[in-house]
């Protein structure tokens, strides 16, 4: 079976890391959008950290061998990116109120890279879990 480890999820975490700053950049210089760029640092910075948390108690558990545990933190994982999301788009936008709607691109570039990543990992962990019935 095709476990993951440590070393997969910071190597995928950094590859995604890198390939949505350059998609993200790059799509807000195609779009003339780059003075925006604060949000792109930002929610990289939110998806990574969130990513590595829920990695971690995935982890744990992996160890208690608890399925419930582990689609616990799927759920929670999910209401923080969504509400995290919209927290931060609204929030920045009330706060720099740009001129043009084309500031959410590299935003949702950046979301749907990470939500893809998130559900490969989450995937790849599920396997750590034997499916023994919990009692």
Do not use: C, W
């Not at 061998?65 to 609204?90: C, D, E, H, P, Y």
């Amino acid at each position: 079976m095709d476990m993951l480890t440590s070393k997969r999820f910071y190597t995928g975490l950094l590859t995604t890391l890198v390939v949505s700053a350059l998609t993200a950049g790059y799509s807000g210089e195609l779009l003339r959008v780059s003075e925006h760029n604060l949000l792109m640092y930002i929610s990289i910075g939110f998806f990574t950290a969130l990513a590595i948390g829920v990695f971690h108690l995935s982890e744990r558990a992996a160890k208690m061998n608890s399925r419930i545990f582990f689609m616990q933190i799927v759920m929670i994982n999910t209401m923080v990116k969504m509400f995290g999301s919209v927290a931060l788009v609204i929030g920045y936008f009330s706060i720099t109120k740009p001129s043009t709607n084309k500031f959410i691109v590299p935003f949702i570039i950046i979301y749907v890279l990470y939500t893809i990543f998130d559900a490969y990992f989450m995937m790849k962990q599920s396997r750590n879990i034997s499916s023994k019935k919990e009692g």
